[in-house]
Structure formats: structure tokens, C-alpha cells
């Protein structure tokens, strides 16, 4: 399968850089743009294949950040099996939070406000509760070894967060070729009609929910394991948020590559502006805003959908008049050229009342 | 028997959009649900199919008291229904649209899509197979409408006015599509406007006015049946027709009084 | 403080109402105009109050403009992309301000900053009872405007019903951009009444965002009545909830309302069903 060999081959292109080259910028560059990209990725599996925007996904990563903190300074367990709890916690409270919200029907625009709500909610425990440090955070004590997670180059990180980003591809591969991932996708393009044809909407959304609350949990331990501090704005902030959707929409949502195209090309912006600018508070999220702000305008599909455009244009170039193009083989639906509007009104499990 | 109704009735606050109706659809069947916009025939479908819950009544399935079952339960039972306004996966090709459909029996994403090939070509979309489903036209869309319906393999397939909008043409190129589908063995209720299709198609037809079933009955008795021409024409323009037909001056083959 | 937020919420309703917009950027731009407030009152030594002259209208124009060329071109006739550009916008502007303010929380001080007032052996400070009064006033203002105006019937036309305004002759997208103004002159409005009792930082929005929304799903969103109901009871919540819990956690009390609400009555109290 085409997916497949370009993973298998990302894989190790990008395995290979640490060999390659050990200039520490380059490396600490390619490690924050993996960790972008799974942050991409993980909100692109409910945004762009679900059609639900959440735009509080760092409730999930905060929680990661936290369990994993926890649960090696606390409970004393290997980091590595932390890792898996943390991942198991935050898919269980992507269970929980999307099973309560499309229970109740939230669509559009409300689950985006939900989301927001949960993430500040989070947010604000996390600063006033005691286990989590409250407002001076958790630090996790140096300890340099493979058993404890912790490298002292950031080779180990990048290979480390690499494997989660392919592991992540793999799961996006899966949703483009399989009928859970066409369920999905029918139910992001028209629910009603894939109530009609058999498909569970609230099972299908609960499920890329958990799969999308699992990735940014892994992506929230990770931050601990290579920073070594977290605190509730750092973690349950809305620059997280923001900077895992906006790397999907640029990217192009909905498609295996965007995340990773959107994630990286921010990455290399975020750098060229410290080159540029110095480090100027909020600079970074200006660009990011505006960025949204233009891809909406100009480029809704994504830097990925401008090869399409680009190959659909060459194409009825080369075809007589009258045969309409060929959608592009590599991307599919798009949620934001879609037909379902956001419910206007608060909608309530969908029932269609035409008379 | 295939879908039994009895005593279903449903209101929107205080619009009584459909009045204790009782009907049975029989196995093998191509039958209609006609009346006057506006009676709640698409209400009646969205309440079969599990889109709507009724406020009172019993809605049976091969048998099973499906009253209150979820949409998708009742597709998986082997009911399903489309939609009168046409709803496309837009940006899914035609290819992938009918295979959501196709996954209800099928798990494999490779079975899906051939599946979904093959049931384009028995609907004549074969040519259109790649096409983004939002770029189709009008008659395209029903058809695939039809098609992703039929790819759940339906034992009974509610079809919402499948013909609305279509030039005659293309209503005679959909005629022998949906006589094929029952010849195929899925039954066939299907809600029109076209009495063209209605007369050659169904065998069976119930007439809904205002929310209320006022003809149940073979397809050839119900156009001389007199509620269902007030129905249609006001109590006046009924009494009109009698008139016209007593008096000789529009010839009407006499199908029986009523 | 109730009053002020309904004033915003006001802003927001009538967005929502006409153009089905969640305007994310509600807040952010409370925030823009309550920097407004500050500077002409730093920079030229205006009072707050007579700053509205300026402010409003200038509010207006960018909503207007904000609208007709940046949003409406970003729709495409997409519900979710119009979600995802006010987003943006609020993006751009809170960390816009953060460059340029850095985070720096700034008031400004008159002379009735400090003064207060007794009223029903109650004593209030001055400058909340004057926002208190004045924005009732705009907000009674805006209803009658709404109902009484032509450009009030366009754009309940448009509210209701938009392919059946736009054959009437009305300008759907003037009308929209009209609201859009109208919702951000409010919030002009409201950063006057504001600024003298409270204060002024990048992040400030944030905080009125999410109460804003908390009034129009309280309220019923659309519903101006609701939003007006909704903004007094939730001010009153917050001071209620502040002196309890404290005031970080009082705002988790407005949270879980908002979601309490959204999940189990999204009509609100005052709901439209549309």
C-alpha cells in the first residue's frame, strides 16, 4: 500500500538524521518538530477524520503530562510503563469527556466551547489542587539512562518521539483504509446519512475521541520526559491547544501528511522568527493566528490540498473540455469544503423533524 | 408480512403531523405512500426508520417490535431509508460513498469498494465511480442516494421521492432500476410525487392526508377512490370532477364507483 | 459587573443570532477596545466615559470591516471555517497585544475611581454603579434599536430567514457586516463602563469569552432577553461564587454552568429554537 512505503520511508529518512548529523540545533529543531507534529496528528484524528474541532485538546495532554509525572514520582514506576498508563489515562478521559458531550448531542461549534471549558476547568484544579503542585508545577529529578526515559543528547528524544509520530501515521493509515475510518469520516460529511446506512455516530466519535485523547497524552508525558518541568499554564495552557490545530489545518486536515507538513513548516517558521525577531513573547502565536486566518481565506484544504490544486489544474489542462478532474489520490474528504453546516441550534442527537 | 405499523402517531408541539396510522407493507413488494405536500409522508418514514420516535403505536419489523429503535439498528435489521433531500458524502467519491453503505455487511475496505462497483453499475453510475460526490448532478445524486441505500442490502428500502427533480427522461432511465432492485428481492416503499412512476410501479399504495391514512389499497382502485380526490383537490374541486364526469364532458374510463 | 457582561453578551447574541457565528474573537476584542479606553486616556487624557465617542464608532468600523473582508471571505459558506478564522483572529490579536503591552496588567485612575456611593444603606463604588446604569442604558438602547429601526427589521429578516431577506432587496452582506459592527460597538461600549472599576491586560478577554458565552447558552442563544437576563444572573454568580471559593475558582463555578447548560438544557432559559 502506497501509505505504508511513504511511513516506511519517513521512517527512516528521518531515522537517520541523529546518524547523520549531531549538530545539537539541528537535532533540538527536528525533536520539537516531531513532538509539533504528534501534537498535529493527535488533533487531526478527531478534527480532520472526525469533523469535531476541539479546541481544548491540551486537556488531554496536560493529563498525560501529569500522569506521567505522577506516576513515576509518586508510585515510583519506570517511566516506560508510566508512559503506558499515561497514554491509557488520557484515552480514558477522551472516553469520558466525549461520551458526555455527544451523549448530549454537542455538535460544532458547542463542542469546541465544551472543549475550551474542560481544558480551562483542568487548567484551573491542576493550579489549585495539592498532589499536582498546584502553581509551582512538578519537577522530574535528572536520572540520564534508557530506563528512565531521560537521554543526555537529544538523539534518544528524537528517535523516541519518532516512534510515536510513525505509530500515529500508522493509526491515520489505518482510518483511510478501513471501515471504522470510513464510518468516521461519513459521519464528520453527514451524520444523518450515515445513521441511515448503519453506522453508530456516538460509538464512532467516542472511538476517535479515545484514539485522538491517547496520541496527546503520549505527546504531554513526552514534553515531562524532555523537559523535566510542567505547570498547569504550561500544559493545560491554550497554546497547546492552538498549535496542535493550527499545525493540522495548515497542514490539512483530514489527510495522513498534513499534520506533518503543517507541524513541520511551523516549526521552521517558529525557528526563522527567533532568527529573525529574538524571543519576543506571543510572536510566535501571532504568526500561527495569522496563518489560520490565511489558510482559511486562501487555502482551506492545506498546504497539502495546494498539490491537488496544483495537479487538478495540470490536469484539465491536458484533458479535453467537458470531463470533469479527478479528485486527488492521496488526500480525501476535507471537512471544511463539506456540506454539514454546524447545527445552528443546539442539536440534540439529530433527529430530522421534515413533516 | 414485512413492516407492520399500528396506531403510530406523532406530533410537533401541537401539529399533529401523523394521526394513528396503521399500515402493513408486505414482503416482495413495490408499493407507494402518496398524498398532498404537506401530509407528513417523510415524517412517516423518518418514524419506520428509527429517525423518529412515535408518540404512541407500535412499529414492527419482520416480526420484532422495533418501535423507538435507533437509526442504525434498524439499517442493520435490514431497514433503511433515504433521504428526500438528497445528502452526499460531498467529498468522498461515488465509489466511497456507497461503500460506508457496503460496510454494514462487509468489514474489509478492499470487499467494500468492489461491492460498492458493483452496485454503481447496477444503478448506471458506473462511469461516475471516481467522482467526487458534490460534483454530481441532480439525477447522478439520486441515483446515488439509491445506490448507497441498496448497498446495505436492505430487506425493505424507503425511498424518499427518488424521482423529484428529474426530467421525464430521466425518470424513464430510473423506472427500470428500482423494477430491478425488487426483482432482486428487496422491497420497495417508496414516497412520490410522480404519478407516472406510482401508477406503472407500485402494486400497493396508501394515500396520507393531513397526517391521516385515507386509502389503503391496490395502486388501480385509488385514483377513482373520492377521499383521495378531495384529498388532492379540495371537497370543490371534487364535486367539480363528479360534476364534469356525470355530465359526459371529460371522458373517464370507469374504474368503479366509490 | 452583571450589567457589563450583558452589554458584551449582547454583542455576542446579536452575532450569533444573525450570522450563526461563535465569534471567538468576542473577546479578544474587548480586549482591543478596552486598550483603546486605556490609551486615549493615558495618550490624551480622556475621561473613559466621553472616550466612547471614539471608541465606538472606531469599534464599529473594524467589526464592520473585520466581517465584510476577512470573514466573510474565509467562510466559503462553511459553518466550521468561520469557527476556526474568528478563532485565528482572536489569536492574532491577543498575542499581538502581548508583543506590544507585554503582560503587564495596567488601570487607570480618575477621580471617581476610589469614590463610591451610597445607595440603600449600601455603599458601592461610583464607577461600578455609573457602568452599571450605562450599560443598561446601551442595552436598551440596542433592543429598542432592534426592534424599532428599518435596519433592526433587515436584520431580523436576515436573522430569520436569508434567501427570503436577500429577494426582498436586502443586503445580506451589508447586513451582516452591520450586525458585526453593531456587536463590536458594544463592546466599545462596554470597555468604557469597564476600565474605571477594572483593569486591562492581554490575556483579559479570555476570562469575558468564556462568560460571554456561559450568558448567550444561558440566555438561549439569539435570544436578546435571555442574553440580558443571562449576563445579570451570571454576575451575580460570580460575585456569589468569588466571595465563596475565591476568585480563581470562581470562575470554574461559571465554567461548569456553561457546560451544565450546554449539555442538559441548550435552550437556555430563554430559548429559541430556531
Redesign the interface.
Known amino acids: 500500500m502506497k501509505d505504508l512505503r511513504l511511513i516506511v520511508v519517513f521512517a527512516l529518512v528521518v531515522g537517520l538524521v541523529p546518524f547523520l548529523s549531531h549538530s545539537g540545533v539541528v537535532l533540538n529543531w527536528l525533536m520539537m518538530a516531531l513532538f509539533a507534529t504528534l501534537l498535529s496528528q493527535a488533533w487531526n484524528v478527531l478534527g480532520g477524520f472526525g469533523g469535531q474541532f476541539s479546541f481544548g485538546h491540551a486537556v488531554f495532554f496536560g493529563t498525560g503530562a501529569y500522569a506521567q509525572a505522577l506516576f513515576q514520582m509518586s508510585w515510583g514506576l519506570s517511566p516506560w510503563l508510566a508512559l503506558g498508563l499515561a497514554v491509557l489515562l488520557s484515552a480514558l478521559l477522551g472516553a469520558a469527556l466525549g461520551a458526555v458531550s455527544f451523549r448530549y448531542g454537542l455538535k460544532g461549534s458547542y463542542f469546541a466551547l465544551v472543549t475550551l471549558a474542560f481544558a480551562e476547568v483542568f487548567r484551573i484544579l491542576a493550579l489549585s489542587v495539592g498532589f499536582t503542585g498546584g502553581g509551582v508545577g512538578l519537577m522530574l529529578p535528572l536520572s540520564e539512562s534508557l530506563g528512565n526515559m531521560q537521554f543526555s543528547s537529544r538523539a534518544g528524544y528524537v528517535w523516541l518521539v519518532l516512534s510515536w509520530v510513525v505509530l500515529a501515521l500508522l493509526i491515520t493509515a489505518f482510518l483511510r483504509h478501513s471501515r471504522f475510518g470510513a464510518y468516521l469520516q461519513a459521519v464528520r460529511d453527514n451524520e444523518d446519512a450515515a445513521r441511515a446506512l448503519g453506522v453508530n455516530p456516538f460509538a464512532v466519535k467516542c472511538g476517535a475521541t479515545m484514539l485522538s485523547a491517547g496520541l496527546m497524552g503520549a505527546g504531554g508525558a513526552f514534553y515531562l520526559q524532555v523537559f523535566q518541568y510542567i505547570d498547569p499554564n504550561l500544559v493545560y495552557g491554550s497554546h497547546t491547544s492552538i498549535a496542535a490545530l493550527v499545525g493540522a489545518i495548515v497542514g490539512g486536515m483530514g489527510t495522513l501528511w498534513g499534520p506533518v507538513v503543517g507541524a513541520m513548516a511551523l516549526e521552521l517558521l517558529s525557528e526563522l522568527t527567533r532568527n529573525l525577531f529574538g524571543e519576543l513573547p506571543g510572536i510566535n502565536l501571532v504568526i500561527y493566528g495569522a496563518l489560520l486566518i490565511l489558510i482559511m481565506v486562501f487555502l482551506p484544504r492545506g498546504l497539502v490540498g495546494l498539490k491537488d490544486r496544483v495537479q487538478s489544474k495540470s490536469q484539465r489542462a491536458r484533458q479535453p473540455l467537458g470531463l470533469a478532474p479527478r479528485s486527488g489520490v492521496d488526500t480525501i474528504s476535507h471537512p471544511s469544503a463539506g456540506d454539514s453546516p454546524i447545527a445552528a441550534t443546539p442539536a440534540r442527537g439529530g433527529h430530522s423533524d421534515a413533516a | 408480512m414485512l413492516l407492520e405499523l399500528r396506531g403510530v402517531s406523532r406530533s410537533?408541539g401541537g401539529?399533529k403531523?401523523v394521526q394513528g396510522l396503521s399500515l402493513q407493507v408486505p414482503e416482495n413488494s413495490l408499493s407507494a405512500l402518496i398524498g398532498p405536500n404537506?401530509a407528513?409522508k417523510?415524517?412517516v418514514f423518518?418514524l419506520m426508520?428509527?429517525?423518529?420516535k412515535p408518540d404512541q403505536g407500535q412499529v414492527l419489523f419482520k416480526g420484532q417490535d422495533i418501535t423507538g429503535l435507533?437509526?442504525?439498528e434498524c439499517?442493520?435489521l435490514g431497514l433503511?431509508?433515504?433521504?428526500?433531500?438528497v445528502?452526499?458524502?460531498?467529498?468522498?467519491?461515488v465509489r466511497?460513498n456507497i461503500?460506508?453503505?457496503a460496510?454494514?455487511h462487509?468489514?474489509?475496505?478492499a470487499q467494500?469498494l468492489a461491492y460498492a462497483s458493483d452496485v454503481a453499475e447496477q444503478v448506471g453510475l458506473h462511469g461516475l465511480l471516481?467522482?467526487?460526490a458534490?460534483?454530481l448532478t441532480v439525477a447522478a445524486r439520486k441515483r446515488l442516494e439509491l445506490a448507497?441505500?441498496l448497498?446495505?442490502r436492505p430487506s425493505l428500502l424507503l425511498l424518499d421521492e427518488v424521482l423529484a427533480g428529474l426530467n421525464p427522461q430521466e425518470i424513464a432511465e430510473m423506472l427500470p432500476v428500482i423494477q430491478g432492485i425488487v426483482q432482486g428481492g428487496v422491497s420497495v416503499l417508496m414516497i412520490e410525487h410522480v404519478m407516472q412512476a406510482v401508477m406503472n410501479l407500485a402494486r400497493h399504495v396508501w394515500v396520507l392526508s393531513q397526517g391521516e391514512l385515507i386509502f389503503a389499497g391496490p395502486t388501480e382502485l385509488m385514483s377513482t377512490d373520492q377521499s383521495v380526490i378531495e384529498a388532492y383537490f379540495g371537497a370543490a374541486g371534487a364535486a367539480k370532477l363528479r360534476a364534469a364526469q356525470s355530465a359526459g364532458s371529460s371522458p373517464r374510463p370507469n374504474k368503479g364507483q366509490s | 459587573m452583571g450589567a457589563v457582561y450583558t452589554l458584551i453578551a449582547l454583542g455576542l447574541t446579536l452575532i450569533y443570532g444573525v450570522l450563526h457565528i461563535i465569534n471567538f474573537a468576542h473577546g479578544a476584542s474587548l480586549m482591543m477596545a478596552l486598550f483603546a479606553v486605556y490609551g486615549l486616556n493615558q495618550v490624551f487624557g480622556l475621561d473613559p466615559y466621553l472616550s466612547m465617542g471614539i471608541v465606538v464608532p472606531g469599534m464599529f468600523v473594524f467589526g464592520y470591516a473585520l466581517q465584510r473582508f476577512v470573514i466573510e471571505r474565509a467562510s466559503h459558506e462553511r459553518d466550521e471555517n468561520i469557527l476556526l478564522v474568528t478563532l485565528g483572529v482572536s489569536i492574532v490579536m491577543e498575542n499581538l497585544a502581548l508583543l506590544l503591552f507585554h503582560s503587564d496588567t495596567r488601570s487607570i485612575d480618575t477621580d471617581y475611581t476610589l469614590s463610591t456611593v451610597t445607595i440603600l444603606g449600601c455603599v458601592l463604588a461610583r464607577a461600578k454603579v455609573i457602568s452599571f446604569l450605562g450599560a443598561m442604558v446601551v442595552s436598551a438602547f440596542l433592543l429598542v434599536l432592534i426592534q424599532t429601526t428599518d435596519l433592526g427589521r433587515a436584520i431580523r429578516a436576515v436573522a430569520k430567514e436569508k434567501q427570503g431577506a436577500r429577494l426582498m432587496g436586502i443586503n445580506v452582506e451589508h447586513v451582516y457586516a452591520m450586525s458585526f459592527g453593531i456587536g463590536m460597538a458594544s463592546l466599545g461600549a462596554a470597555a468604557a463602563f469597564l476600565l474605571p472599576s477594572f483593569y486591562v491586560n492581554p490575556t483579559v478577554g479570555n476570562g469575558f469569552v468564556l462568560v460571554a458565552f456561559t450568558i448567550v447558552v444561558l440566555g438561549g442563544m439569539g435570544s436578546f432577553l435571555g442574553a440580558w437576563v443571562g449576563g445579570l444572573l451570571l454576575g451575580v454568580v460570580e460575585s456569589v461564587g468569588g466571595l465563596f471559593l475565591g476568585d480563581s475558582l470562581g470562575q470554574v463555578g461559571i465554567f461548569l454552568i456553561f457546560i451544565v447548560v450546554l449539555l442538559f438544557r441548550p435552550q437556555g432559559l430563554f430559548g429559541a429554537k430556531t
Open positions: 410537533f401539529l403531523a404537506g407528513g417523510t415524517t423518518s426508520s428509527g429517525f423518529l435507533a437509526a442504525h439499517a442493520k433503511t431509508r433515504t433521504f428526500q433531500i445528502q452526499p458524502f460531498a467529498n468522498q467519491s466511497e461503500a460506508v453503505g460496510h454494514l462487509l468489514k474489509s475496505r467494500a471516481d467522482q467526487p458534490g460534483e448507497r441505500g448497498s446495505t
